[in-house]
């Protein structure tokens, strides 16, 4: 049975190169997502982000870590089997797995602040029972998203070491796990960017926390190429990479859109407010003097108020 790979050495030390990618990717990965839980907990709201996409993007993360430990499953153990292989090296030698198990792991946090900042309060037009039933999928989707990448994982343990497949099986398993979360990822971004065009606006979505995951998609794509992954590993960040700069550039025109009426407000706040004023003033006397001359009082003969109407 076959437990060491590079022909019978475990430790196959990477570049300082190829460390410095894995630890960027890592750092700005965990920085990205600590700009969305900020702005959340601020808030005190998670109103404009969508459940459906944050339950695809932590089952797709899940799915695709599990598909990654798979095929470089024997990577993994060698950190178990070889008394000599030291943890610096086990460290360094499963930057991959380490660098795509971030991901799921601050999404499932990003997750979990999504349900304790729930907007209950339904939206103009909403039904308080629609809200309630919105809360109550998001509670099933994020136990669907965590429990269905431990059973499939957990399945393949149980066939592989039960000798129910061969290696060369638990392979194709795992290549149609990457597949599988390849197809989901289009879905994680597709209906948060239907929600924000639904919003108009940012909500609670976080466009520093976009502009750091964009690049960093594209970089762990050409990293895990570097390293010799599986497409059907770096395939669902290439998806997501793209789909994220969607939003990038909606969330950008939001913000121009909003700044530019700001500016609009402003402008005729202050260059006319003179004007503004007169004019509000004008239309209180006229407003005070018709009701005067309606209410039916007594000013004097009918001459005289016609009079009085004429002059104003």
């Not at 700009?35 to 797709?60: A, D, F, H, M």
């Not at 907007?119 to 999928?137: A, C, D, M, S």
Request: with cysteine.
């Amino acid at each position: 049975k076959k437990t060491m790979p590079f022909n019978g050495v475990c430790f196959h030390e990477p570049s300082s190169y190829t460390i410095a990618i894995a630890c960027v990717l890592i750092v700005g990965t965990i920085t990205s997502y600590i700009t969305q839980y900020v702005v959340i907990v601020r808030s005190k709201s998670s109103e404009g982000l969508n459940w459906l996409s944050l339950s695809t993007s932590v089952l797709t993360g899940l799915l695709t870590l599990v598909n990654a430990g798979i095929l470089n499953w024997e990577t993994l153990i060698c950190c178990r089997i070889d008394p000599q292989y030291t943890e610096s090296q086990c460290f360094a030698d499963n930057l991959l797995i380490e660098q795509l198990a971030v991901g799921p792991l601050c999404t499932v946090i990003l997750y979990i602040l999504f349900l304790v900042y729930f907007p209950h309060k339904p939206r103009f037009g909403q039904k308080k029972k629609e809200k309630l039933r919105e809360y109550l999928w998001s509670l099933i989707g994020f136990s669907f998203a965590v429990i269905v990448p431990l059973l499939v994982c957990a399945m393949c343990f149980v066939l592989f070491y039960g000798h129910f497949i061969t290696s060369h099986t638990a392979f194709i398993y795992g290549q149609t796990l990457g597949m599988i979360s390849a197809v989901l990822t289009f879905f994680i971004w597709a209906p948060q960017i239907w929600t924000t065009y639904q919003l108009g606006e940012a909500g609670a979505l976080s466009l520093p926390m976009l502009i750091l995951q964009a690049p960093g998609a594209f970089m762990s794509v050409a990293y895990q190429i570097l390293q010799g992954a599986n497409w059907s590993t770096w395939a669902p960040y290439g998806i997501a990479g793209v789909e994220q700069c969607v939003l990038i550039i909606m969330l950008a025109y939001y913000w121009w859109r909003d700044r530019k009426k700001v500016k609009i407000t402003a402008v005729e706040t202050h260059v006319y407010p003179a004007f503004s004023s007169f004019s509000i003033l004008c239309f209180s006397l006229s407003n005070h003097l018709q009701f005067i001359l309606d209410s039916g009082l007594e000013f004097g003969s009918e001459s005289q108020r016609s009079s009085i109407e004429t002059d104003f």
